[in-house]
């Protein structure tokens, strides 16, 4: 197993679950996984059980042991959940994920897209990715990175910002020299009624540094039936 804590923790159904794994290779061929585990006996006991979100590397000796990624989770108490990783031409990782920790009393405990970074020196502090996440209150989850041959990272999720209940929409943003772009809809022509749920949503980006999402919906738009 990734998680070399799986001999070691509560085995029985609905406890320390380890889940939501995603990987990626750098330029070096190394093999980097991240996930997120509510077991309580990682991060040498002081991560708790509230959920967080853990890397590891596979070198021939095997799986390294799991690293805390969102630093803050020796003392938070929400749930991080839903990681996913992506590392640029010079080996700096990035990692995004949906969390639901008020980080700074800023950002309430709806679920917002946090992100922290590692270019050699360790994990960078968790920071909110949305641009909005001080002043919603709904749900901002699953989130996809990819990076460009630029270096730049690139993010899409599913959000519930400005819209009814049941609904959602697919949002964008981009990181650069100032920081994370302000979010984007994906498809704008589904930002008006008749809504409906956009989820699911993966990013890829050309060789040309455009990027393609995909995703699946509900909504009846141009007549495709929902």
């Known amino acids: 197993p990734i998680n070399t804590s ?14 939501s794994p995603r990987f990626a290779v750098d330029p070096q061929g190394v093999l980097h996984a991240v996930w997120e585990s509510q077991y309580a006996g990682l991060a040498g006991g002081l991560a708790g059980a ?4 853990y890397h590891a590397t596979f070198s021939p000796a095997g799986w390294s042991a799991p690293q805390l990624v969102n630093s803050n989770g ?38 917002d897209i946090l992100y922290s970074v590692n270019g050699g020196a360790g994990w960078s502090f968790p920071a909110p990715l949305n641009s909005y996440a001080a002043t919603d209150t709904k749900h901002d989850t699953n989130p996809r990175i990819a990076v460009s041959a630029d270096g730049k990272a690139h993010c899409v999720w599913v959000g519930e910002y400005d819209f009814g209940a049941g609904t959602s929409n ?26 409906g749920m956009n989820a699911g949503a993966e990013i890829a980006i050309a060789a040309s540094g455009v ?10 738009h141009n007549g495709a039936g929902a």
């Open 50 to 53: 509230d959920g967080d979100i």
């Open 74 to 111: 020796a003392s938070d108490a929400g749930l991080d959940s839903m990681p996913d990783i992506a590392i640029d031409q010079n080996g700096n990782i990035c990692v995004v994920w949906a969390s639901e920790e008020n980080i700074g009393g800023t950002l309430g405990t709806d679920f």
């Open 211 to 220: 990027p393609h999402v995909i995703w699946w919906s509900n909504v009846n």
């Open 170 to 195: 697919i949002r964008y943003s981009v990181l650069g020299a100032a920081g994370w772009s302000a979010a984007e809809q994906v498809h704008p022509a589904f930002a008006v009624p008749p809504q």
């Open 6 to 19: 799986a001999q070691f923790d509560n085995p029985a159904v609905g406890f320390d679950f380890d889940r």
